[in-house]
């Protein structure tokens, strides 16, 4: 008696399954890192250095903003 009872339930324990599946795998895949730092390019921050980013433009920088 106890398994014909629970037989009408039985799909919406199967959809409940599979849901819980999706939410596990999509919250697996958004906290993996290994896809950002696959398509984030490497910089050479020697090679591709530009003058706001220069030493010497941060140290004028620094001197605007005592003097303000």
């Not at 939410?23 to 050479?44: K, L, M």
């Amino acid at each position: 008696m106890g398994l014909l009872s629970g037989l009408p339930l039985a799909p919406l324990r199967g959809v409940g399954w599979v849901l819980e599946q999706v939410v596990r795998e999509a919250n697996r895949q958004y906290a993996d890192p290994a896809p950002i730092h696959r398509e984030t390019p490497t910089w050479n921050w020697s090679a591709s250095r530009c003058a706001p980013c220069s030493p010497r433009s941060k140290a004028l920088s620094k001197e605007s903003r005592k003097e303000s």
